[in-house]
């Protein structure tokens, strides 16, 4: 079944390049805003951003080279604003492209399945949201557990990493549960809890193939994680520029890593729902 769903996607992605569309589109956004975090220090963007950098971090992470320590801070939460005005009726969008590409006779439109995701758009938000806090808990609550109720020692040290890869792999577990809702809520016209219902249904028939399908690509997410944890060594052994050069990176491997994600489940789930037809 994942070698039939990998061969469906890369040849969808040949036939209909454009399904890549809604990924382009968020990555140039996300790129957007790592350009104007970059110069944020410099006039006219101190008028926005000086006083909350001063406010936060202190006045010396304005200047050079102080300002590329903060500079993956910053574009994490702005990643996190493009998602919530637009990454996630990009994701809906792509969903709409898979559904049409599937559709005997019908051409892939871009514009028609924008509109059709940004009239979904709060429960896109929705199901979004739940999977970004879930991760985040995932994440960072054993890290603070830690930290608060231990000292620093070799052993904890080693306890933290450890579990930081653990929360790495349950956060991954968590999107693959979830991730049947968008083509739900987009395909099939659910609600948002019909929608994550759904999704767990069709995990259940399809766990093993979801896990890879999700898992595969994501490590490549892993790997990037691991050397923007070396960022500021980095910048110390080279120039501080460096660190904008892996945040444009990470924005290239998350344009493989959703498209690859995203499409390849969502043709996953136009199969199951293919088969369940037959079945009936």
């Excluded at 493009?82 to 599937?102: E, K, L, N, R, T």
């Excluded at 249904?201 to 399809?206: L, P």
């Excluded at 789930?269 to 079945?279: A, G």
């Amino acid at each position: 079944m994942i070698r039939t769903v990998w061969a469906t996607t890369f040849r969808m992605i040949a036939k209909y390049p454009a399904v890549l569309l809604p990924f382009l589109l968020k990555a140039i956004f996300e790129g957007i805003v790592l350009t104007v975090l970059f110069y944020s220090p410099r006039p006219p963007f101190t008028a926005i951003f000086a006083q909350p950098v001063k406010n936060i971090f202190g006045a010396a992470y304005l200047h050079y080279p102080y300002n590329f320590s903060i500079l993956p801070t910053l574009f994490y939460y702005g990643q996190v604003v493009v998602m919530v005005i637009f990454g996630v009726i990009m994701y809906g969008m792509a969903v709409a492209m898979v559904s049409q590409a599937h559709s005997e006779g019908e051409g892939v439109r871009a514009f028609g399945s924008f509109n059709r995701a940004a009239r979904r758009y709060f429960a896109l938000l929705g199901i979004w949201a739940i999977i970004y806090i879930l991760s985040f808990v995932i994440l960072k609550a054993p890290t603070w557990i830690i930290t608060s109720t231990m000292q620093r020692t070799p052993s904890s040290v080693m306890l933290l990493q450890v579990l930081s890869y653990t929360g790495i792999a349950v956060a991954f577990l968590a999107e693959a549960l979830f991730i049947y809702a968008y083509p739900a809520l987009m395909i099939e016209r659910r609600g948002v809890f019909g929608a994550i219902a759904r999704s767990f249904g069709v995990v259940k028939h399809v766990f093993f193939a979801t896990i890879v399908l999700v898992f595969i690509p994501r490590s490549l997410e892993v790997l990037f994680m691991l050397v923007k944890q070396k960022q500021q060594g980095l910048m110390n052994l080279t120039f501080p520029e460096i660190t904008l050069y892996i945040l444009a990176a990470g924005i290239i491997i998350s344009f493989i890593t959703d498209s690859l994600v995203f499409l390849s489940t969502a043709n996953l789930f136009m199969l199951k729902q293919e088969t369940e037809k037959e079945s009936k």
